[in-house]
């Protein structure tokens, strides 16, 4: 079944300490994204790429870093400069073609707490 | 920097009633896109508008564009318990990589 599959499902952390959330999709999608959901808002987009070994920072990117080694691998750390990480995380992927744009696939979250 | 309104926040119909969620860009955008979140759940496409005054239906949705290309409503007729949940649009700029998604319409509804 083609998707995009997100690890883990729940994370919990101390302060201080470094994570990093997994996002793999086999859609063979060139774009993909990292948002951040708080409860009762909207979706915030912390970084965003729209081709393998480029990424761009997003709204919130402070506190955050990618890498885009692959075009089906975009992994998100959420560094303990992140002042508030404690939150729901969503990837997604699109074909990302053109001005038009794609619809945005996402993966279940990760949802993360710190303790 | 792009900003999405959407109002209204939250929404309590009693099942059977009509629902409208209405979404307000402060630029012009190239498209529009909206999805569904179901609690506890990820946010699904439901569709998305590209033309200036599109309006566009899947069965008791109807979904349209603004003739300026910076506001988009969604309207649910009768709505049911299934359609629980929150709803977000989401818009593009001409050229842009990304698009700027609104805050959501949580819709309650009562059986």
């Known amino acids: 079944d083609g998707g995009i599959t997100q690890s883990p499902k729940y994370l919990f952390r101390k302060e201080g300490q470094n994570v990093t959330l997994s996002c793999e999709q086999n859609l063979n999608h060139d774009a993909m994204y990292w948002y951040r959901q708080d409860p009762g808002q909207g979706l915030r987009l912390i970084y965003y790429?729209?081709?393998?070994?480029?990424?761009q920072k997003g709204d919130i990117a402070e506190g955050y870093s990618v890498s885009r080694e692959k075009k089906e691998s975009f992994p998100l750390t959420v560094t303990s400069a992140q002042k508030n990480p404690t939150a729901f995380y969503l990837c997604?992927?699109?074909?990302?073609?053109?001005?038009?744009?794609?619809?945005?696939?996402f993966g279940e979250g990760s949802r993360l707490t710190v303790l | 920097g792009q900003q999405v309104m959407q109002i209204p926040q939250y929404q309590h119909v009693q099942e059977g009633e009509d629902f409208t969620t209405y979404c307000n860009s402060s630029?012009?955008?190239?498209?529009i896109q909206w999805y569904k979140q179901r609690p506890g759940g990820h946010p699904v496409f439901l569709i998305q508008l590209v033309k200036s005054g599109e309006v566009k239906k899947q069965k008791r949705l109807t979904f349209q564009f603004g003739e300026a290309k910076k506001n988009s409503s969604l309207h649910i007729t009768a709505t049911q318990t299934t359609d629980v949940g929150t709803y977000f649009c989401a818009g593009r700029r001409t050229n842009a990589g990304k698009s700027t998604f609104g805050d959501g319409t949580t819709l309650t509804v009562k059986p």
């Open positions: 790429s729209q081709i393998v070994n480029d990424f």
């Open positions: 630029t012009t955008l190239s498209n």
């Open positions: 997604a992927s699109s074909t990302g073609q053109g001005a038009k744009g794609g619809e945005l696939f």
